[in-house]
């Protein structure tokens, strides 16, 4: 239901940039460093995962881990914990 009280918020997007496919893999090597062998898988998701698109320039990283409890050691870096799906996943969303 569309709350008629909500601000409205505006969304930039840019046109596709090849260096963010570049700036994911530096991030999931940072987060797979961090998080070792808790970290199953890494995904790049979102609109600047898909090529020649225009898309918000964020870019959002969905790593797989074992263990929820143990994710919290990221607060302590850069990046932004948006929430976690209920697959043992946890969400983030770093700006490019």
């Given amino acids: 239901m569309i709350d008629p009280n909500e601000k409205i918020r505006f ?4 046109e596709y ?3 963010w496919p ?11 460093s961090i998080l070792k062998e808790n970290c199953v898988q ?4 979102g609109s600047t995962a898909i090529p020649n698109i225009y898309a918000k320039p964020i870019i959002d990283i969905l790593p ?3 263990d929820m409890g143990l994710v919290d ?3 302590h870096f ?9 697959l043992n996943a946890i969400y983030y969303s770093g700006i490019s």
């Fill in 11 to 14: 969304v930039e997007l840019t």
């Fill in 73 to 75: 050691s990221l607060n």
């Fill in 78 to 86: 850069t990046y932004l914990s948006k929430g976690h799906l209920k």
């Fill in 42 to 45: 890494i995904h790049h998701i």
């Fill in 64 to 66: 797989v881990v074992k």
């Fill in 22 to 32: 570049r700036i994911f893999s530096d991030a999931a090597k940072e987060i797979k």
């Fill in 17 to 19: 940039n090849p260096e």
